[in-house]
């Protein structure tokens, strides 16, 4: 675990995924509608679940972990494991949609669904902006609302089991309708904003939002 100021380091795959952004790489120039071809341009299937990171993995516990929801909120929020699973739980099977063009059909996911989060946190007439902060330094950010899809959870359970370390256990988000950068492994904390902060791809040349449906990769495109 590192602490939020160091950088991660930066590994083979880190340092590709920079080249791909600056080459415009794997772009067709096409765009799709979800309700007409359930793959997005670009994408392929694959069916096992490729674990993409920074390389870190950080190891939490249960016991240890806690959930920090702060910012332009209401009702700030400061959550353990007990109060955190005592929350609304709410199943979602959806689709994983990776920029790097493998696709996942079918994930079961469970958790706490992001509106039953807004509904505890009750953001304020400001927040436009949601930037989520994980345990390797990651950060990604969402326009408030990506991030309350109505699909979208911090999910804890994937496939009827506790989330795989490997997969951002013991939370991460899940965000369907948009690119799997955006959904964070090893949550620590949510914080809600009036203005955007890009994380750790969208200052990399990835984009902004990451709609696969409009092939936004890149943020040059
Ligand atoms: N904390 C954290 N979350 C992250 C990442 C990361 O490096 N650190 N990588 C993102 C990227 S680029 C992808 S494709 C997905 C991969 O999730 P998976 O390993 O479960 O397939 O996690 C996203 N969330
Ligand atoms: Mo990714």
């Given at each position: 675990?590192?602490?939020?100021?160091?950088p991660?380091?930066?590994?083979?795959?880190?340092?590709s995924?920079?080249?791909?952004?600056?080459?415009?790489?794997?772009?067709?120039?096409?765009?799709a509608?979800?309700?007409?071809?359930?793959?997005?341009?670009?994408?392929?299937?694959?069916?096992?679940?490729p674990?993409?990171d920074?390389?870190?993995?950080?190891?939490?516990?249960?016991?240890?972990?806690?959930?920090?929801?702060?910012?332009?909120?209401?009702?700030?929020?400061?959550?353990?494991?007990?109060?955190?699973?005592?929350?609304?739980?709410?199943?979602?099977?959806?689709?994983?949609?990776?920029?790097?063009?493998?696709?996942r059909?079918?994930?079961?996911?469970?958790?706490?669904?992001?509106?039953?989060?807004?509904?505890a946190?009750?953001p304020?007439?400001?927040?436009?902006?949601?930037?989520l902060?994980s345990?390797?330094?990651?950060?990604?950010?969402?326009?408030?609302?990506d991030?309350a899809a109505?699909?979208?959870?911090?999910?804890?359970?994937?496939?009827?089991?506790?989330?795989e370390?490997?997969?951002?256990?013991?939370?991460?988000?899940?965000?369907p309708?948009?690119?799997?950068?955006?959904?964070?492994?090893?949550?620590?904390?949510?914080?809600?904003?009036?203005?955007?902060?890009?994380?750790?791809?969208?200052?990399r040349?990835?984009?902004?939002?990451?709609?696969?449906?409009?092939e936004?990769?890149?943020?040059?495109?």
């Amino acid at each position: 675990m590192t602490e939020e100021n160091d950088p991660p380091p930066i590994s083979k795959l880190t340092r590709s995924k920079q080249r791909w952004a600056q080459q415009g790489r794997f772009l067709t120039g096409k765009t799709a509608r979800p309700q007409e071809q359930r793959l997005p341009p670009g994408q392929h299937l694959t069916r096992d679940w490729p674990v993409l990171d920074l390389g870190l993995t950080p190891n939490i516990s249960r016991e240890r972990w806690r959930l920090d929801v702060y910012g332009a909120v209401e009702n700030p929020i400061f959550w353990n494991w007990a109060a955190f699973t005592a929350q609304p739980q709410t199943q979602f099977r959806s689709d994983i949609h990776c920029v790097t063009t493998w696709s996942r059909y079918d994930n079961q996911w469970e958790g706490l669904a992001t509106r039953d989060l807004l509904a505890a946190c009750r953001p304020r007439d400001e927040a436009r902006f949601v930037v989520l902060h994980s345990h390797d330094g990651y950060t990604t950010n969402l326009a408030l609302e990506d991030f309350a899809a109505e699909d979208a959870l911090l999910a804890h359970r994937w496939s009827e089991a506790p989330l795989e370390q490997e997969h951002g256990g013991p939370v991460r988000l899940v965000v369907p309708h948009l690119y799997f950068w955006k959904s964070a492994k090893w949550l620590q904390r949510i914080e809600f904003r009036s203005d955007d902060a890009p994380g750790y791809w969208e200052v990399r040349g990835y984009h902004n939002r990451g709609d696969p449906w409009q092939e936004q990769r890149y943020s040059n495109d």
